[in-house]
């Protein structure tokens, strides 16, 4: 991507992307070298408002959608004479001359078309799911994008107390329920226990007056020391009774299996957020409450950690959006677009999502809700590109069913040769084994527009599109000359059996421009004579990038090849290390930690 100076690691690149090929050229084989630059996506578009001063997609809009792309264009090209500089100081053997840019026409029509091959076989489609979201940048990622972007964070671990309001227990247990995210307590709507778990009720040992150093001649305060406050029992999963409870705690004699315990209401920490109220019927003809919080059944749920009584918020996770689902249970989201509140909420309107995790926490342990927590060290996703904590959201999306294609991916897999030998079956194996479908949409402006057109009366009626030239039968006019990038491509309308249609506003996730590539850098199969072109160069003998593309270009290379073409579109492939900075991170122009090469060059040689 030319829109930032190249940097020292883009040696370390270009060396081993030559030396192979070159060795080849000497033993009397041609082999193509054309050049490629990668011109959609995030990291452009923020850039973009760094410069303009930008806070977000709504100073975009206001600024309008076609000069913020015509900044993004000339963005793109600005760097490329550094980079050319570079080619020529290293000596590295590449056809600048003749290079495909993703952002032309005919690489898009080219996207378009084999988007339209997925969408033909029934592997594309929208869907309502809960996806990993970036409330800076307004839209979603993608899985491996997602692995792209962690980060260390130190957060609350907190168990809750939910006391039961019906069932055997009511008004004298509470359920014990552990989250590390306190925000989505405000969304709870279900607490999900794992029907085969044996779950007991807890009371904490009487203290000893002894023990205590209270006066064991005063009855009164000996007698006060053996108390039990009702209502202040636990349930608990058994096997996690030692861990949490440790030994003040003893079991009461009373058990239950989490099918027995569906349906047990409960009082839920906060309702600030109202849903509509409907009757559910229970297996045996009860009926719950229309508004009330109730015990619900899920396979997912564990006894490794926590309590074994998993907290729900259908609005920002996958599981519980599902699981909720089943149950008519509502979607409670007062989470807006942008990651705050919504203003109404009480204490936390208008405060971003993870900030409110301190208040609330300080309130529930006011109010004598809190029944422990502890900080903790963790992993948390941030977005690649702004390092803005990533929020898992319920939103529609379009998604590639990757999922339906893993045991070709992984046979593929099988068929390629991989440098270290133990990325095929570790990493990257790992990777295709637990393979999700590809969310392929974004909610932004500079990217391959997706070519779907929805009627206005029925939005299941979708119209996939492959060309410019097949667009233009639909309109009933000429469009193979129109730049098909938004804001021009949205504005192209058509009738059909007497009904409109209107283009999706999405983009496409600038990494299914990458995975294109093997195909759509010879505008493959609009462009005369790219068919023999593409056929003369598919699939690869060598590919070579540094080991984070096992989750970035190696697999949606693979991904749209096998899609596609039911191959992957390479043989060979290299993984490299990464140049690491003074601090230890990966030296990376999104960093701004990198080395200028030219100057080393001049210096060491």
Known sequence: TANGQPGTHHIEARVFKDVFPRFKSMQGYHVDRKAGWDCHGLPVELAVERELGFSGKPDIEKYGVEPFNAKCRESVSRHVDAFTELTRRMGYWVNMDEAY?????????????????????????????????CPRCGTTLSDHELAQGYQDDRDPSIYVQFPLTSGPLAGQAKLLVWTTTPWTLVSNTAVAVRPDVT???????????????????????????????????????????????GDEWTRTGQSFTGAQMEFWTYQRPYDWVKWPATERRTTDGRTTPADANFVILADYVTTEDGTGLVHQAPAFGADDLVTCR???????????????????????????????????????????????????WHSYPHCW????????????????????????????????????????HGRYGDWLENNIDWAVSRTRYWGTPLPLWRNDDDRDDVICIGSLAELSEYAGRDLTGLDPHRPFIDEITFERNGHTYHRVSEVADAWLDSGSMPFA???????????????????????????????????????????????????????????????????????????LPIPLMDKHG
């Open 101 to 133: 840019w993703t952002m032309n026409p005919q690489y898009v029509e080219s996207v378009w078309w084999g988007l339209k091959q997925i969408f033909d076989k029934g592997l594309l489609g929208e869907d309502h799911r809960v996806a990993p979201y």
């Open 199 to 245: 779950y007991v009720v807890a009371r904490r040992k009487p203290v000893d007056a002894k023990e205590s150093g209270a006066d064991a001649a005063t009855d009164e305060v000996a007698a006060d020391l053996g108390k039990v406050e009702p209502g202040s029992d636990l349930v608990i999963a058994e096997p996690l009774f030692d861990a949490v409870l």
């Open 326 to 376: 089943a149950y008519g249970l509502p979607m409670v989201n007062p989470i807006r677009p942008d990651g705050t509140f919504e203003a109404d909420i009480p204490m936390v309107g208008g405060m971003f999502f993870k900030t409110a995790d301190k208040p609330l926490c300080e309130d529930l342990e006011r109010r004598g809700i809190l029944w422990r927590l502890e900080m903790h």
């Open 385 to 424: 590109r702004c390092d803005t904590p990533l929020i898992y959201y319920a939103q529609p999306s379009w998604y590639i069913r990757t999922t339906r294609m893993k045991q070709q991916l992984i046979a593929q897999n099988e068929a390629t040769t991989w440098y270290p030998e133990t990325i095929k």
């Open 521 to 595: 850098q010879w505008g493959y199969p609009h462009v005369p004579g790219s068919k023999e072109k593409f056929l003369a160069h598919f699939p690869a003998d060598f590919i070579c990038e540094a080991i984070d593309q096992t989750r970035g270009w190696f697999y949606t290379l693979m991904a749209v090849g096998t899609l596609v073409f039911d191959q992957s579109p390479y043989r060979n492939v290299l993984c490299l290390g990464h140049i690491l900075a003074a601090d230890g991170r990966k030296m990376s122009k999104h960093l701004g930690n990198i080395l």
